[in-house]
């Protein structure tokens, strides 16, 4: 046990010397309500009595009018990486605007890590000094009980948690129904979807999910079956329990056994769905082995809503959501209406792409 004479530093260790908890702490030094004065004055002598101080930056937002709002996501694979996730960045551009506008702090990045006491967790959060926090993506169970457990307002974004409340994604239920209706208006021959092995693990999200079956069930009013190809994402870099980072590089080259099984539908101008651009151009490279081309040979559509889609692939149709809007919104939600905002669910726009308009009008003779 710490002795009483030992100065500290965190809030944490002022609540156990106080036998109170950290958020009350939190609430007594920045002069919030809902603390008995007592309690209030016995803390405050406590952390003067122990030399407890905030740092800089605490200290200024104790002293704040305008709300603070941190914008907490996971590391997506390596350790630093998660700002090169393109659609991740729109969204925090529409968070940080927002803010903006509201007089607000700008929006504060805390990254949770892979840490189980919480050591490379940001003051920020552990110590209470936000009003309100987004999180985007999905986390792990513990630290999806920090989140809980911190005691400010919480909107989730993008992540496979949905609650009545305070939660906000795209529908992508929706976005496969789109997907599979133009594909099949646009072009004829067998109807595909591409997705990861059922052993990858990558199909246990939300987006992959009810992408897929709102995917099925609009071929499925039509009629149609769909013949689903799955396909290794390649070049993957994984992160080893250690967290030293090792990497799996697997050839650009499209395997013998891929463009085995693609073969028969491109002989007869397959229609192509899926969720993952990196997939679609695996499966326009095997084309290519084959000698087949994206928009004259087949028809094949995408729903990687971000720029470097649009830009890199523009010949991808493909349905789109605006990010940026979804930002601000999350905002909204958090800061206009309260703790009960109720949950949305953003719809996608169908963006069609340079080469998929009628392919069999312009390329009537692909089948000789």
């Known amino acids: 046990m710490m002795g009483p004479s030992k100065k500290v530093r965190t809030q944490d260790e002022l609540a156990k010397q ?23 004055a016995h803390i405050l002598a406590l952390a003067a009595k122990l030399g407890y101080q905030p740092n800089a930056m605490a200290r200024a937002m104790s002293q704040r009018e305008s709300p603070i709002v941190g914008v907490i996501m996971v590391n997506t694979v390596v350790p630093g990486s998660e700002l090169t996730n393109l659609p991740y960045f729109e969204l925090l551009m529409g968070i940080d605007v927002a803010l903006r506008q509201r007089g607000c702090v700008p929006a504060l990045v805390g990254v949770a890590g892979a840490d189980e006491d919480g050591s490379q967790e940001s003051r920020l959060f552990s110590e209470h000094w936000v009003d309100g926090v987004v999180a985007i993506g999905t986390f792990p169970s513990r630290i999806e009980a ?54 990858s693990g990558r199909r246990t999200h939300f987006n992959a999910i009810e992408q897929q079956k709102g995917f099925f069930d609009e071929a499925k009013a039509a009629g149609l079956e769909v013949a689903q190809i799955e396909i290794e ?136």
Request: proline letters at 5%; charged letters at 25%; glycine letters at 8%.
């Open 233 to 368: 994402r390649g070049g993957m870099v994984v992160a080893a329990e250690n967290n030293d980072v090792t990497t799996r590089v697997e050839t650009p080259v499209p395997s013998e056994s891929l463009i085995a099984t693609i073969k028969p539908f491109l002989r007869s101008h397959c229609r192509i769905g899926t969720g993952d651009a990196v997939l679609a151009l695996n499966f326009r490279m095997a084309a290519a082995r084959l000698g087949k081309f994206a928009g004259k040979d087949y028809s094949i559509g995408c729903c990687s809503d971000s720029m470097m889609v649009a830009q890199f692939q523009p010949e991808l149709s493909r349905v789109a959501f605006d990010r940026f809007a979804m930002g601000t919104l999350a905002v909204s939600m958090l800061l206009d209406e309260g703790a009960d905002a109720p949950s949305r669910k953003q719809k996608g726009k169908w963006i069609e792409g340079l080469t998929v308009c009628n392919p069999d009008k312009q390329h009537p003779e692909k089948n000789k």
């Open 18 to 40: 106080a036998g109170v908890t950290r958020i009350t702490v939190n609430r007594a030094l920045m002069g919030k309500p809902n603390v008995n004065p007592e309690t209030r």
């Open 146 to 199: 920090r989140l809980t457990a911190m005691g400010s307002r919480l909107i989730s974004v993008e992540s496979n948690r949905w609650d009545a409340t305070c939660c906000i994604r795209r529908d992508e239920s929706q976005a496969g129904k789109l997907l599979a209706k133009n594909l099949i208006s646009k072009s004829s021959g067998p109807l595909v979807w591409l997705d990861y092995p059922a052993t």
